[in-house]
Nanobody, 124 residues
Framework: QVQLVESGGGLVQAGGSLRLSCAASGRTFTYYAMGWFRQAPGKESEFVAAISSSGGTTYYADSVKGRFTVSRDNAKNTVYLQMNSLKPEDTAVYYC?????????????????WGQGIQVTVSS
């Protein structure tokens, strides 16, 4: 069983930065690919970024490429999402997800463990 807890969200002005953290419990974190997804009010959940279990492979949604960076520290059982040049359209609840697979995946169906979500609000 893996439990995921996000932190670092909040309110920021457009152009600003935030770093989300996702702390994982359990000894198998190093074997899990991790992903970030988000859901804005009235919209479906969308993929944001993913990282393989080793950290060697990352994927990004086109909408965040060049602005967001996903990384992980397996010694700390933590995955991060550095968000720069934030836009109002980045406003959403962000979810950390873990999947029992080594490769990074953009599919929500590959992730069996989810955090509770954290609000990110970008004001214009």
């Amino acid at each position: 069983q893996v439990q995921l807890v996000e932190s670092g969200g909040g309110l920021v002005q457009a152009g600003g930065s935030l770093r989300l953290s996702c702390a994982a419990s359990g000894r198998t974190f190093t074997y899990y690919a991790m992903g970030w997804f988000r859901q804005a009010p009235g919209k479906e959940s969308e993929f944001v970024a993913a990282i393989s279990s080793s950290g060697g492979t990352t994927y990004y949604a086109d909408s965040v490429k060049g602005r967001f960076t996903v990384s992980r520290d397996n010694a700390k059982n933590t995955v991060y999402l550095q968000m720069n040049s934030l836009k109002p359209e980045d406003t959403a609840v962000y979810y950390c997800a873990g999947g029992a697979l080594r490769y990074a995946s953009t599919s929500v169906d590959d992730y069996g463990y989810w955090g509770q979500g954290i609000q990110v609000t970008v004001s214009s």
